[in-house]
């Protein structure tokens, strides 16, 4: 029976595609994305489930809508019972390994993975639970400008403490695979926290944009028409309490591209490490993204929408000895990972719970495949549920708040113009409402939000007072079994820890 290929996930948050050569981008200094682009196969029109960190990992990771778990916002519990491809994996043979960003809320810390080699960089508690009968109260803990006017060069800071201790231990973890005697196939997903904001990074990433000519965003907040729910998001984040100037603008854009440049090079080296190791030709390698980032297009920063900027991903299989190079202009989302996950492991199809998504398989073979992606946003800015349809050319949005958006994204890919009540389009945007509707109550999931919010919001405060236990998850270590210990003759120690072998 021939060897289950090993699996290896990469994972940037809050990473755009437009800001990637592969995806079009002439100043983007990104050559080891550019290798996986150039040997695998690229996916044009890849989105998230949800354009908020926790809602899309959950649905990435179980293959399901936001509301069919209860993934409503970045504080909402991942209930342990639902599976994810780390479960179905881990009961395959597979050795499942997380090392990074999962932003993971609630006691289970794991959700299937076998192993988790660092904390997470965000907490595992309720506090971070939106109230959407507070709607005018900004919470202080939420996105500000204030990324965006400080944006510049850093000596460090704590997304780079946390990114390269994720790519230590990966590394590391792919030269313990490779030292193993008898070594499982392995699923590992890397997940780093850049090129998430704020916007700063070290002088030589900020250095690689010197004298580049980084262009202003494509549509500026005066020509954008205004949108209910994009007013909410610049009241949430305080979009309007100051005024960036051209120079901090281009700061922050300036200081996202070093970012990525940053991310391409921890890729680089985990990618040398798998060359290093003799794994490689036996690894298919998945880049992509948690959700996008609108970099001051429409005068909006970081995602929570559904415009193309915030809502669009990255999607790359790397793979060229079993799926030859193409591009994919197909719409596919997060939540067909977990059945493409499968099939690339020949496993039988999901059993456990119902899947929105489906295998991305015959897109990589060049056998047709699906053309659908629907979304959900539960969380900042809303007050009532969002959803969002993109099929063909088009994508709808619906919120019973908010009038009905439709945009034809072949003739308008900056979406200004709003099809929506243009009766040639009628029966169009009737028959996505009906599609919605048909498959979620839409009052029975908003008054599932508000209650959960309730409920967090209460436990919360109550877990604060008196002895505080965290479920913030701290990876064991044992000082026993590491390095040189006389509980093995020496010589056997140093054989077992040499690679290759002597």
């Given at each position: 029976m021939p060897r289950k290929p090993n699996l290896l996930l990469l994972m940037a948050d809050q990473l755009n595609p437009r800001a990637l050569r592969p995806y079009g981008n002439p100043i983007a200094h990104t050559p080891h994305i550019d290798a996986l682009a150039a040997g695998g196969v690229v996916f044009d029109a890849a989105y998230c489930a949800s354009p908020l960190c926790a809602p899309s990992r959950y649905?990435?990771?179980?293959?399901?809508?936001?509301?069919?778990?209860?993934?409503?916002?970045?504080?909402?519990?991942?209930?342990?019972?639902?599976?994810?491809?780390?479960?179905?994996?881990?009961?395959?043979?597979?050795?499942?390994?997380?090392?990074?960003?999962?932003?993971?809320?609630?006691?289970?810390?794991?959700?299937?993975?076998?192993?988790?080699?660092?904390?997470?960089?965000?907490?595992?508690?309720?506090?971070?639970?939106?109230?959407?009968?507070?709607?005018?109260?900004?919470?202080?803990?939420?996105?500000?400008?204030?990324?965006?006017?400080?944006?510049?060069?850093?000596?460090?800071?704590?997304?780079?403490?946390?990114?390269?201790?994720?790519?230590?231990?990966?590394?590391?973890?792919?030269?313990?695979?490779?030292?193993?005697?008898?070594?499982?196939?392995?699923?590992?997903?890397?997940?780093?926290?850049?090129?998430?904001?704020?916007?700063?990074?070290?002088?030589?990433?900020?250095?690689?944009?010197?004298?580049?000519?980084?262009?202003?965003?494509?549509?500026?907040?005066?020509?954008?028409?205004?949108?209910?729910?994009?007013?909410?998001?610049?009241?949430?984040?305080?979009?309007?309490?100051?005024?960036?100037?051209p120079e901090q603008v281009y700061n922050a854009r300036r200081a996202y591209y070093g970012a990525v440049s940053f991310v391409d090079a921890q890729i680089g080296a985990l990618l040398a490490t798998l060359e290093e190791t003799r794994l490689a030709d036996d690894t298919i390698v998945l880049l992509l993204g948690d959700h996008g980032e609108m970099l001051g297009e429409r005068g909006l920063w970081y995602k929570m929408s559904f415009f193309e900027d915030a809502s669009r991903i990255p999607l790359i299989v790397h793979a060229p000895r079993r799926f030859a190079p193409r591009r994919v202009a197909a719409a596919v989302s997060l939540v067909d990972i977990l059945p493409t996950l499968l099939d690339l492991a020949g496993e039988p199809p999901a059993q456990a719970a119902p899947l929105a998504g489906a295998s991305l398989l015959p897109h990589l073979t060049g056998d047709g495949g699906h053309d659908r992606v629907d979304g959900e946003y539960l969380a900042e800015g809303a007050i009532a549920p969002m959803f969002m349809i993109r099929e063909g050319r088009y994508k709808f949005v619906h919120c019973p708040a908010d009038p009905d958006q439709l945009y034809d994204l072949l003739a308008d890919p900056e979406e200004l113009r709003n099809l929506a009540t243009a009766p040639e389009h009628a029966a169009r945007c009737a028959e996505y409402r009906r599609q919605i509707e048909a498959r979620v109550s839409i009052p029975t999931l908003h008054a599932q939000v508000l209650a959960s919010q309730r409920r967090r919001h209460f436990v919360y405060e109550s877990l604060r007072q008196g002895r505080r236990t965290a479920w913030d998850y701290t990876p064991p270590r044992d000082g026993a079994e590491e390095y040189i210990r006389n509980h093995l003759d020496l010589e056997v120690m140093e054989a077992m820890a040499r690679f290759p072998r002597g």
């Open positions: 649905s990435f990771m179980a293959g399901q809508l936001p509301s069919a778990i209860g993934a409503y916002d970045n504080a909402a519990e991942f209930a342990a019972d639902v599976p994810t491809f780390a479960h179905y994996l881990r009961r395959a043979g597979y050795h499942t390994v997380l090392s990074g960003k999962m932003h993971f809320c609630g006691p289970d810390a794991l959700h299937g993975f076998e192993e988790r080699l660092t904390p997470d960089i965000y907490p595992a508690d309720f506090g971070w639970t939106p109230d959407w009968t507070r709607f005018e109260h900004r919470p202080s803990w939420y996105h500000s400008l204030d990324s965006v006017l400080k944006a510049g060069p850093c000596v460090r800071s704590n997304q780079l403490d946390y990114d390269e201790e994720v790519v230590f231990t990966s590394r590391r973890k792919l030269y313990d695979v490779a030292r193993a005697a008898e070594p499982r196939p392995f699923c590992m997903v890397v997940s780093l926290t850049h090129p998430h904001d704020p916007y700063n990074i070290t002088r030589p990433y900020w250095d690689l944009y010197a004298n580049v000519d980084i262009p202003p965003p494509r549509v500026g907040a005066e020509l954008a028409p205004p949108d209910p729910h994009s007013r909410r998001l610049r009241h949430v984040c305080g979009l309007d309490l100051d005024q960036p100037t």
